[in-house]
């Protein structure tokens, strides 16, 4: 198998943002393109404008640049999404398939596309929900990861791709800032707390979610497509887990650390979009496989958070002074 030379798309949002300088550390700068809507992005990166829906486009860059890898991360997110239902279906289902067709004709080695417990739905088993349950998502991010889930699996079957998918759980990282998912409240949280500003809360305290704080979920990323390709059983989407909590758990384990901190529930919205989704997820298929195993807890994650995005205020205000 070649060095990977790897193409990230929507390098510019929570997760790229992370994964591209984890791709660097591993591979080597040079072997990673990033690649996003948006003319620039706040990233080291050897970077192109690109627009996934422009077929055209992605095939030259693929060609040009001698990609074999893809993390395909464009996407618009659940909460977002409810705002322009065309617009989140053609990026996220459109876009895909325009990946998926030049990954297959270019023959590229491997393909990641994430996707989410948005998948699940009312009708989905609740707690320690199994990989393989009833998908019947309301939000048009859910439909569009389920349509994103087959596409994927169809392309591996039908074509012999190696394309793999993990289902994130809510995402938690003090590289950048919430973008529109209805588990960003817990990223916000940490930034009112840390700055002692009060926060309201857009979901009510006890809505159970599943979490995950964001070097785990780089580091799944890296494992699962570093595993060899035999280990590889689900080719939809891994369930993937690692601590579950509530608004008003997490709200208590930064009171540890911050006393004054102070919280208000005002649920609007997203409230619906969490109750539809899963409290807790059952990822034994990715511990079997490919040995998963998280290292935060909400604890040790608190912690983490808290230092980092003190360090980031301080130098914040030191450059205005």
């Known amino acids: 198998m070649a060095q990977p030379k790897i193409l990230v798309t929507g390098a510019g949002g929570q997760l790229g943002s992370v994964l591209v300088p984890a791709l660097q550390a591993k591979y080597g700068f ?27 486009q992605v095939i030259d860059i693929i060609h040009a640049r001698g990609i074999n ?88 079957k039908r074509f012999n791709l190696d394309v793999r998918s993990l289902r994130y759980p809510g995402l938690i990282s003090y590289q950048s800032m919430p973008g529109g998912g209805t588990t960003d409240y817990a990223v916000d949280i940490f930034h009112k707390a840390v700055q002692d500003q009060h926060f309201q809360c857009f979901l009510s305290e006890n809505t159970r979610l599943p979490m995950m704080y964001m070097p785990d979920a780089v580091r799944a990323t890296l494992e699962l497509m570093e595993a060899p390709r035999e280990q590889i059983s689900v080719r939809t989407s891994y369930n ?13 384990e930064i009171q540890k650390h911050l006393p004054q901190f102070t919280i208000s529930y005002q649920p609007d919205f997203r409230q619906e979009i969490a109750d539809s989704w899963t409290q807790s997820i059952n990822d034994e298929n990715a511990r079997m496989d490919w040995k998963w195993k998280e290292e935060y807890n909400l604890p040790k994650m608190v912690a983490d958070m808290i230092h980092h995005l003190k360090i980031h205020y301080q130098e914040k205000n030191q450059d205005h002074v």
């Open 240 to 252: 993937l887990a690692a601590m579950n909590f509530t608004p008003k758990e997490i709200y208590q």
């Open 69 to 156: 890898q893809v993390y395909h991360l464009a996407a618009i997110l659940s909460a977002k999404g409810e705002e322009n239902v065309q617009f989140t279906w053609d990026i996220n289902v459109g876009g895909l398939i325009n990946l998926l067709e030049v990954a297959r004709t270019a023959r590229l080695e491997k393909v990641f596309v994430p996707s989410s417990i948005a998948v699940f739905g009312p009708l989905t088993q609740g707690e320690q929900t199994p990989q393989y349950p009833v998908l019947i998502p309301e939000t048009i991010y859910g439909i569009s990861k389920v349509t994103g889930e087959q596409w994927c699996n169809y392309y591996h």
């Open 30 to 56: 040079n072997q990673v393109v990033a690649s996003d809507i948006r003319d620039k992005i706040e990233i080291n990166a050897d970077y192109v404008q690109l627009d996934v829906l422009d077929k055209r």
